[in-house]
């Protein structure tokens, strides 16, 4: 069983949109998934009430009621959204719960900031200093052209973490999450610009540089 969790202090930087939509996308691809909400904001498990029963199954989990003891047993992923400003020994107790972690980025000068601290603060957590736990960073809500994107860009390639994917702002991700669906589960002539943009990301997911 996989465990990938989204995370990062800063609130607003597409955790949850990022944890539906690998939910969905694994889900698509035949996988049995759990995806445990951990923010009391319950805004992944509102999306996955709002998807339609003909759609790949997703099975929902309250993870900050009752942690992963919910989540079926049979599960090939658990997709784990975690709430903002996790720090200290709530950070390090979410940590344990995931092998894989993906950081979402804004191109933004306070997000960069916050998330560099919270980076430092993640490597510093003993699992992912083991390497038991593997980063990656993916700059979400993008406009090419952009001198903050340029900006982030820079950021996230300097950082040493691995940068995967580039993800840009499109009302896809708003019109999926209302009708609780992935931008995978969007018609082709809408988002085959995000499936291009995804395909690093998901890539990186399947493959063994994510797991330890
Ligand atoms: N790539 C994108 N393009 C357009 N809108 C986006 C994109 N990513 C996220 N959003 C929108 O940005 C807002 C914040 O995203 P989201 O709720 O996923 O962030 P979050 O990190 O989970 O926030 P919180 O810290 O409150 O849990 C939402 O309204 C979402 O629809
Ligand atoms: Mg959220």
């Not at 996955?48 to 199954?57: I, M, S, V």
């Not at 291009?196 to 990186?204: F, G, H, I, M, N």
Request: aromatic share 8%; net charge neutral; charged share 25%.
């Amino acid at each position: 069983m996989r465990h990938i969790m989204v995370m990062n202090a800063k609130g607003g930087c597409g955790k949850s949109t990022l944890a539906t939509n690998i939910a969905s996308y694994f889900a698509n691809e035949d996988a049995i998934v759990a995806l445990a909400d951990y923010d009391p904001q319950r805004s992944s498990l509102d999306w996955l009430e709002r998807r339609p029963e003909n759609r790949a199954e997703i099975h929902g989990v309250e993870g900050f009621r009752g942690g992963l003891r919910r989540v079926p047993r049979n599960a090939d992923f658990v997709i784990i959204d975690a709430p903002a400003r996790s720090h200290g020994t709530e950070l390090t107790n979410l940590v344990k719960h995931a092998e894989t972690i993906v950081v979402p980025v804004l191109p933004s000068t306070i997000d960069m900031q916050a998330t560099t601290r919270f980076v430092d603060e993640l490597k510093a957590v003993g699992k992912v200093e083991r390497k038991q736990a593997k980063i990656a960073m993916v700059a979400n809500r993008v406009r090419d052209n952009t001198l903050i994107f340029d900006d982030l860009d820079e950021y996230l390639t300097k950082m040493r973490v691995p940068y995967v994917a580039a993800l840009r702002e499109a009302q896809n991700y708003v019109r999926a999450y209302t009708r609780g669906l992935g931008i995978f589960e969007l018609p082709e002539y809408l988002a085959w610009p995000d499936w291009e943009e995804w395909e690093p990301l998901t890539a990186w997911l399947r493959s063994v540089r994510s797991q330890p």
